[in-house]
Each structure stands twice: as structure tokens, then as C-alpha cells.
């Protein structure tokens, strides 16, 4: 039986693109092979010191698609994600060493201290904004910026709601200033409320 050069030639294309197309579960588990299992389970029980084991069981999973090894370290990313509160979705990243020690004069971001002050982030941005307006944080000219993100400062995460204030965008740059609220998702306390300037 006979292949004619244009056959061997579709076929060849349609391998690659299968090959490189792979999304499979198989696929996610070679991805997985590319953080060793030993470092992976150290990495691991770092988060669980601060969050618990069954916060971590339940919200916390590993990213591998993120996660990236620049020897001799490896960055290390995983998601957070609560279902019933859709605005806490983010990441913890983090990076250690080929013996899974963290690499503590590098950025550790994302890892809430739930033993120490809890992790029910029960504010919602409905209450943040509340608290927010109760607080006498102006309108302004523009709507609010706001979301639930870690703050590198306070090591925790917050609900950052933003006000501008005045605004101008000319061939020198951006100009503008505001407020900010700096509200703890958990108790609804006024962490901080600080002007901020772009000049």
C-alpha cells in the first residue's frame, strides 16, 4: 500500500500539534514530575504552619504551570482559592532551594497566618465598601479601585479600596491623588487610610 508525500506530511503536522496541544491529566502529571515529590511535601508543610492542615487540604493547591526551576532555586506557586467567597482567588508564591528550604531573602507572598488570626475572610466587598463610606472615604471623580490582595507591608491579606480624588494625563505622565483604605477582610478593622500622590 502506497503513502503519498502529502499524507506523510499531514500526518507529521497532526502529531506535532497533538503533541504539543497536550492538556490531559496525564500531561498535568509529567508537569508535576518537575518538582520532586520530597521538596514538594517541605514546601508544603511550610505553608501548613501558618495555615493548618485543613485549611490547606481544603483552599490550597499547587500551581504547576507557574511554578518555574531558575537553578539553583525553585519558584514555587500555588493557588488559593475559598468557592463560597469567589473574591478570595489568588496565589501564594514562594521559592526554595533543591533541598526544599525556603529562601527566606526572597519575596514570601500569599501565605495567610490563619492559626495565629484566622482565615474566615468574612468582610465582603459589599461590607468593604460599607466600612469604606462609614470611614468618610470620598467618592471622588472616578469609581473606587478595589480588591482583596496581599499586602507585602502588613503580610496579610486585606480589602484595598482606592478613591481618586484628581486626575490628569498629559505628554509629561500620569498625575493624580486620592485615598486609600486598607480594610483586614476578617474583622472589618481599619488597618490604615493614607493619602497617596502620583506627581
Not at 481544603?58 to 504547576?64: A, E, G, Q, V
Not at 468618610?136 to 491579606?157: C, M, T
Request: aromatic share 10%; glycine share 6%; proline share 5%.
Amino acid at each position: 500500500m502506497k503513502t503519498d508525500s502529502k499524507t506523510i506530511i499531514l500526518l507529521i503536522i497532526l502529531m506535532s500539534l497533538l503533541l504539543h496541544a497536550c492538556r490531559c491529566p496525564s500531561c498535568s502529571r509529567e508537569e508535576e514530575t518537575l518538582v520532586p515529590k520530597d521538596l514538594l511535601s517541605k514546601a508544603n508543610e511550610f505553608i501548613k504552619q501558618r495555615t493548618g492542615n485543613e485549611f490547606f487540604d481544603k483552599y490550597i493547591s499547587p500551581d504547576f504551570v507557574r511554578t518555574k526551576f531558575t537553578p539553583p532555586y525553585y519558584f514555587l506557586t500555588y493557588r488559593l482559592i475559598i468557592p463560597d467567597k469567589p473574591y478570595v482567588n489568588t496565589v501564594i508564591q514562594f521559592s526554595v532551594d533543591s533541598l526544599g528550604n525556603v529562601v527566606k531573602d526572597r519575596d514570601i507572598i500569599g501565605i495567610p497566618n490563619c492559626i495565629e488570626e484566622g482565615c474566615n475572610f468574612k468582610i465582603t466587598e459589599d461590607d468593604a465598601i460599607k466600612i469604606a463610606i462609614d470611614n468618610g472615604l470620598k467618592k471622588g471623580i472616578k469609581p473606587w479601585k478595589r480588591g482583596f490582595i496581599w499586602d507585602a507591608k502588613l503580610k496579610q491579606y486585606t480589602w484595598h479600596i482606592l478613591s481618586t480624588e484628581s486626575e490628569l494625563q498629559s505628554s509629561e505622565g500620569f498625575r493624580g491623588f486620592g485615598k486609600e483604605i486598607i480594610i483586614d477582610p476578617n474583622s472589618g478593622l481599619v488597618l490604615a487610610m493614607n493619602d497617596w500622590h502620583v506627581n
